[in-house]
């Protein structure tokens, strides 16, 4: 008997083995350098839920085809039958017969190879929703990547202005002990750090809660802080839209998804057409006799013809909703193409308003910059009182803060572009 030492023991044992199995998803990030957007897309593609589970669909698809397929096959079987008739004989019929059987359906009307069509079809359906949620999986990776920067970059922003509102503190207060300043200009500047200190508390939440936000979209577990790398500023040149809009509809995963319907719809339809047919089957059976058998070996070859005479409509009424569905494809597949013709529209025009953003921005932290330096040279040389100086901190601040946003949403919306494009970001 085992001993209750024995067994935590081997428990124990058991958990400590296991361990880098549980752990072995996060342990195939790089932890010894700074990730890139390729290196966290990549990890996601491969170890997020979503993209897993479609991956399992299309092997469910694969089976499926291959089962239609098997159709068409040959059939092995081996039986064994005891025999027993109750009677006082000596026949050598009596006790048990084994056989080996060979059957194949040779035609069946059109069945296994509307059948093969359809899963073949399901199967290319299954492909383009594994497109669609690599695609999907990228982009989100991409925005909570940039949501990243841009959180860490705003929280800095939000340091750097406590820490040049606590310098210019001093700077009042030393003017005030010298008698160069009066005691109420201080009031200003201890108002700005208090807000100073508030925005960089906000700040600092929104990155931790963009860090977990990427670890969760890239399939990770809260943990700690990823070291990722920032990137160069994005080009303004920017395709056409008409471009955009033909190569949308010439590499969107939807497209060849709903072709892939309509050729499965359509071949349900087919199905459904052959069973108000007469169907003709040809087959044919080869056994042998094993270990007692009656016979040693036989063969047959069958020909039929079937007609459903009456079902009540219901195979009248399976046409006419499979011919539905193959119409409801269609419809929908010319307002898909309408709706990325719209997609495609307002994600064009969405980047080509954040570059011009971006440039505005730019020059708005140039001449904010300036402004402060100008104020903080007067109110050296008592020209300005300390709420000039405060208020140009702040635009400052704020021009700083708008030019960061504008930057990496930029990169997000090149990147909605390119999805809306059908370009695979991975």
């Given at each position: 008997?085992?001993?209750?030492?024995g067994?935590l023991?081997?428990?124990?044992?058991?958990l400590?083995?296991?361990?880098?199995?549980?752990?072995s998803?996060?342990?195939?990030?790089?932890?010894?350098?700074?990730?890139?957007?390729?290196?966290c897309?990549?990890?996601?593609?491969?170890?997020?839920?979503?993209?897993?589970s479609?991956?399992?669909?299309?092997?469910?698809?694969?089976?499926?085809?291959?089962?239609?397929?098997?159709?068409?096959?040959?059939?092995?079987?081996?039986?064994?039958?005891?025999?027993n008739?109750?009677?006082?004989?000596?026949?050598?019929?009596?006790?048990i017969?084994?056989?080996?059987?060979?059957?194949?359906?040779?035609?069946?009307?059109?069945?296994?190879?509307?059948?093969?069509?359809?899963?073949?079809?399901?199967?290319?359906?299954?492909?383009?929703?594994?497109?669609?949620?690599?695609?999907?999986?990228?982009?989100?990776?991409?925005?909570a990547?940039?949501?990243a920067?841009k959180?860490?970059?705003?929280?800095?922003?939000?340091?750097?202005?406590?820490?040049?509102?606590?310098?210019?503190?001093?700077?009042?207060?030393?003017?005030?002990?010298?008698?160069?300043a009066?005691?109420?200009?201080?009031?200003?500047?201890?108002?700005?750090?208090?807000?100073?200190?508030?925005?960089?508390?906000?700040?600092?939440?929104?990155?931790?809660?963009?860090?977990?936000s990427l670890?969760?979209?890239?399939?990770?577990?809260?943990?700690?802080?990823l070291?990722?790398?920032?990137v160069?500023?994005p080009?303004?040149?920017?395709?056409?839209?008409?471009?955009?809009?033909?190569?949308?509809l010439?590499?969107?995963?939807?497209?060849?998804?709903?072709?892939?319907?309509?050729?499965?719809a359509?071949?349900?339809?087919a199905?459904?057409?052959?069973e108000?047919?007469?169907?003709p089957?040809?087959g044919?059976s080869?056994?042998?006799?094993?270990?007692?058998?009656?016979?040693?070996n036989?063969w047959?070859?069958?020909?039929?013809?079937?007609?459903?005479?009456?079902?009540?409509?219901?195979?009248?009424a399976?046409?006419?909703?499979?011919?539905?569905?193959v119409?409801?494809?269609k419809?929908l597949?010319?307002?898909m193409?309408?709706?990325?013709t719209?997609?495609?529209?307002?994600s064009?025009?969405n980047?080509?308003s954040?570059?011009?953003?971006?440039?505005?921005?730019?020059?708005n932290v140039?001449?904010?910059q300036?402004?402060?330096?100008?104020?903080?040279?007067?109110?050296?040389?008592?020209l300005?009182?300390?709420?000039e100086i405060?208020?140009?901190?702040?635009?400052?601040?704020?021009?700083l803060?708008?030019?960061?946003?504008?930057?990496?949403?930029?990169y997000?919306?090149?990147?909605?572009?390119?999805k809306?494009?059908?370009?695979?970001?991975?």
């Amino acid at each position: 008997m085992v001993s209750k030492k024995g067994l935590l023991a081997g428990l124990m044992f058991a958990l400590v083995c296991a361990a880098p199995l549980f752990a072995s998803d996060a342990a195939n990030l790089p932890s010894d350098r700074t990730l890139s957007l390729s290196d966290c897309i990549g990890y996601a593609l491969a170890h997020h839920g979503s993209v897993l589970s479609a991956k399992q669909d299309i092997k469910s698809g694969s089976a499926n085809t291959t089962q239609a397929r098997a159709g068409y096959m040959p059939k092995l079987s081996v039986g064994s039958y005891y025999n027993n008739n109750g009677q006082n004989t000596n026949s050598s019929y009596d006790g048990i017969q084994h056989s080996l059987q060979i059957t194949e359906t040779l035609y069946d009307g059109g069945r296994t190879q509307t059948a093969i069509r359809q899963a073949k079809s399901n199967e290319q359906v299954l492909a383009t929703q594994l497109d669609l949620a690599q695609q999907d999986r990228a982009l989100k990776v991409t925005e909570a990547y940039f949501g990243a920067l841009k959180a860490k970059h705003l929280a800095d922003i939000a340091l750097q202005t406590v820490t040049q509102s606590e310098e210019q503190l001093k700077l009042i207060k030393a003017r005030i002990d010298a008698g160069d300043a009066a005691q109420v200009d201080v009031f200003p500047v201890e108002v700005q750090l208090a807000n100073a200190r508030l925005t960089k508390i906000q700040r600092d939440n929104n990155a931790r809660m963009a860090w977990n936000s990427l670890r969760n979209t890239m399939g990770l577990p809260n943990g700690p802080e990823l070291k990722i790398e920032d990137v160069q500023e994005p080009s303004a040149d920017t395709p056409s839209l008409e471009s955009c809009i033909e190569s949308a509809l010439a590499n969107r995963p939807e497209v060849a998804k709903t072709s892939a319907q309509i050729e499965s719809a359509e071949a349900a339809l087919a199905q459904a057409r052959i069973e108000t047919l007469p169907v003709p089957t040809v087959g044919a059976s080869y056994g042998i006799g094993l270990g007692g058998a009656s016979y040693s070996n036989q063969w047959s070859v069958g020909i039929g013809l079937s007609l459903n005479l009456f079902d009540g409509g219901a195979a009248k009424a399976a046409v006419d909703s499979n011919k539905a569905k193959v119409d409801s494809v269609k419809l929908l597949t010319e307002q898909m193409k309408k709706d990325i013709t719209t997609d495609v529209e307002q994600s064009y025009l969405n980047l080509t308003s954040s570059l011009e953003q971006l440039t505005a921005s730019k020059s708005n932290v140039t001449l904010a910059q300036k402004n402060l330096e100008v104020a903080k040279a007067k109110y050296q040389q008592g020209l300005a009182i300390p709420l000039e100086i405060t208020t140009a901190q702040t635009s400052y601040s704020e021009a700083l803060a708008n030019n960061a946003q504008s930057l990496y949403n930029s990169y997000i919306a090149r990147a909605q572009l390119d999805k809306a494009m059908g370009k695979k970001g991975y």
